[in-house]
């Protein structure tokens, strides 16, 4: 997993956006195990507390759960995971109109386009 | 939770000039803590009092309750800004040295990070470029199963890719009984590490908080305030 963490937002919060992001796209499929806080936290190079806390968020939201002995897994809900991807990609769309939205271009010309751009690209234009 | 450091209104002068001025502080066991400011502000004076190499001019210092001495020193681990070790000394007569000294070091734990290194121990110090040598130094110091870590300054000289070695090497031998006190001026490239952060600006104490604290309530990184806070 290759980590980002260049914004000014709180460490730990950009430790949980990349985690859900990968849980999103499948690169921690449902019921994986995740490597031990510390082995995580040398990969990322973050303090052992931060990826912990990040840890900690995700358990709070189900997406993780720790067993005792076995260690920490990816949540088998897929549910779960189908709510977090439509969030998620609520959020990027949202983030996007508002964009487009300043420029003064109103929905349904923003829908026309992507469709008409979506098109090419499938073209291989 | 226990503490590891405590400041009681510590100064310490030099002559006239004010090096600390009034300094109270508590640090927790099981922190990374960032030591911040500029050059001349204040920390290594600071880490020379954890380490009994200067006596305060008033106000005291503890260090797991124990005034800087003999007791204090076996618990506190102690990386200088230059190293003391003579230039002829071989690796692995320099781990043995450490061993005689320190009853905490672990010298298994030593050629395993020697090794992953690829370093040969009967090299002399001599031979071995600035960089590695530091390198040599930082595993001397993070062998010890000390409570209290004082890296003045570890980054200063290594390139980007020894400096991710260095804080690989701090973050895996973290443990939750000891602090690590990592003095720098090169703030972006560790604040990732960090859990707390001390400002010292002009010998006092102007900040200490969580990392993660200071981004949610001032929206910027740590780097960032620092820029802020000592812009010339």
Known sequence: ?125 | MSVILECNSLTKKFGSVTALNNINLNLERGKIIGLLGPNGSGKTTLIKLINGLLVPTSGTIRIAGKAPGVESKKIVSYLPERTYLPDWLKVSQAIDFFKDFYEDFDVNKAYDMLKRLNLDPSKTLKSLSKGTKEKIQLILVMSRNADLYCLDEPIGGVDPAARDYILNTIITNYNENATVIISTHLISDIENVLDEAIFIKEGNLHLHSSVDEIREKEGKSIDALFREVFRC
């Open chain 1, 1 to 125: 997993m290759q980590w980002d963490l260049n914004s000014d937002k709180p460490v730990y919060l950009q430790l949980v956006e990349q985690i859900q992001a990968g849980i999103i796209s499948g690169k921690y499929r449902p019921g994986d195990k995740l490597p031990s806080v510390r082995e995580m936290a040398a990969q990322a190079m973050v303090n052992p507390n931060t990826m912990q806390r990040a840890m900690s968020e995700l358990e709070r939201e189900g997406l993780v759960y720790a067993n005792r002995t076995a260690g920490r897994f990816i949540t088998s809900d897929e549910e779960l995971i189908r709510q977090l991807k439509k969030r998620y990609i609520t959020q990027i769309i949202n983030d996007f109109l508002e964009k487009t939205g300043q420029l003064g271009l109103d929905t349904d010309e923003i829908i026309s386009l992507i469709n008409e751009i979506a098109k090419n690209k499938n073209k291989g234009v």
